[in-house]
């Protein structure tokens, strides 16, 4: 799977890159990771997971969707919004 950076995040000199698997993504901000996106199955679909790298804390829990991509484009919206940006 390949996604292009959100317009958002790239205005912020931040970038998206896979993570260990095909469900995991970290979010870098300055060339750290800040964020990971964790993709899983959920009731025939897919949902998503943010978590702060630095703390461990949950950011945001997730909506379902029909396709790992729109999973991981919704999970990043949702970060977005948590962000305030």
């Avoid at 317009?7 to 970038?15: I, Q």
């Avoid at 469900?23 to 964790?38: A, E, F, H, I, T």
């Avoid at 630095?54 to 990043?76: H, I, K, M, S, Y």
């Amino acid at each position: 799977m390949k996604l292009d950076v959100p317009e958002w995040l790239a205005r912020r000199g931040g970038e998206i890159i896979r993570g260990v698997n095909e469900g995991n993504w970290l979010v870098l901000l300055d060339g750290k990771p800040q964020y990971r996106v964790n993709l899983k199955p959920a009731r025939g679909a897919f949902t998503y997971a943010i978590t702060q790298t630095v703390n461990g804390r949950e950011v945001a829990g997730g909506r379902v969707f029909p396709t790992l991509e729109d999973a991981l484009r919704g999970g990043l919206d949702h970060l977005r919004e948590s962000l305030g940006w």
